[in-house]
């Protein structure tokens, strides 16, 4: 009787076990599993900004709970400038996992991001790798190498030193830069054409040091002197193309250095500056090809 008590006791041990196991599995990570939940500490470099948007905003939270915080912590990481780093998906948030794949595989979402961080914590690769119990990895492969940086910035301060005076007004320093990348940079047309690539023209070490360039190019390198400024901006791109979003006298404007050193058939240099610090209507008058942007990403 014993034996029989036993085995009804075993089965319905069972039958609940497999009947209520994604409850049992949810309870056990919530109340066991998460305590060990620990993301990776923070650690922020020199070319950290502490700027928030519209889209993303720097985070403390890395243990999401919506698909916004998600988004907040990639920005947060890549703006951090650090290499690896672990967050954990609340056991609440039942669609953490499939939010952060449909994230991390859109191209797009991911290259929207990275435009928010300064140039030099922008990303060349990202993997999001996932494990166990909610743990997701990030392992981000910057774009600039140490040797790059170090180069660059000797060469924006001697560029600041050379050119910029205190008398001028923010207004009159970013167009002297504008001017100055213009007239020392040429746009990288064999690579644009036909991918020939003896440059690092999408790097602003394309435009500064090596002096050729592509809209790339252009947008890091201006960016680097507004960092140096004091000024808010970022990166604004279209399916195409992609340009300055400038922050200035309480008002955000487009800047495209690119536009303004058009190719010439004779090969003549020509300076422009019909896309110097302009409206969004201003822009779309002048172009609606390239520089159509998505507004629920770049809403300023």
């Given amino acids: 009787m014993k034996r029989i008590v036993f085995i009804i006791l075993i089965i319905l041990i069972f039958f609940v076990t497999f009947h209520y196991k994604e409850e049992i599995i949810s309870y056990y990570n919530k109340y066991f599993v998460a305590?060990?939940?620990?993301?990776?500490?923070?650690?922020?470099n020199g070319n950290y900004r502490d700027y928030n948007f519209n889209y993303v905003s720097n985070t403390t939270n890395f243990i999401p709970k919506s698909k916004q915080d998600i988004l907040n912590?990639?920005?947060t990481v890549i703006n951090s400038g650090m290499s690896n780093f672990t967050f954990y998906c609340d056991p609440d948030y039942t669609t953490c996992i499939n939010d952060v794949k449909n994230i991390a595989n859109n191209q797009v979402i991911i290259s929207n991001i990275n435009n928010f961080v300064h140039p030099y914590n922008g990303f060349k690769d990202l993997e999001t790798g996932f494990g166990e119990n909610g743990k997701i990895t990030l392992s981000i492969n910057r774009n600039y190498t140490d040797d790059m940086k170090l180069i660059l910035d000797y060469k924006v301060e001697d560029v600041i030193k050379?050119?910029?005076?205190?008398?001028?007004?923010?207004?009159?320093?970013?167009?002297?830069?504008?001017?100055y990348i213009i007239n020392h940079t040429k746009y990288d047309q064999e690579r644009s054409d036909n991918n020939i690539i003896k440059y690092k023209s999408d790097t602003a070490y394309g435009a500064l040091i090596e002096g050729y360039a592509l809209c790339g190019g252009y947008t890091d390198s201006m960016m680097l002197f507004l960092e140096k400024f004091g000024v808010k901006s970022y990166r604004i791109s279209s399916d195409n193309h992609i340009w300055?979003?400038?922050?200035?006298?309480?008002?955000?404007?487009?800047?495209?250095?690119?536009?303004?050193?058009?190719?010439?058939?004779?090969?003549?240099?020509?300076?422009?500056?019909?896309?110097f610090l302009i409206s969004d209507s201003k822009l779309l008058e002048l172009d609606t090809k390239e520089h159509t942007f998505d507004k629920t990403v770049y809403s300023e």
């Fill in 162 to 179: 050379k050119n910029i005076t205190d008398d001028m007004t923010t207004k009159e320093k970013i167009k002297t830069i504008h001017d």
């Fill in 73 to 75: 912590i990639y920005y």
């Fill in 35 to 44: 305590n060990d939940r620990v993301p990776t500490t923070l650690i922020k």
């Fill in 244 to 275: 300055n979003y400038v922050y200035l006298d309480n008002n955000w404007y487009n800047l495209d250095l690119t536009w303004d050193d058009p190719i010439t058939t004779d090969g003549k240099d020509i300076l422009e500056d019909n896309f």
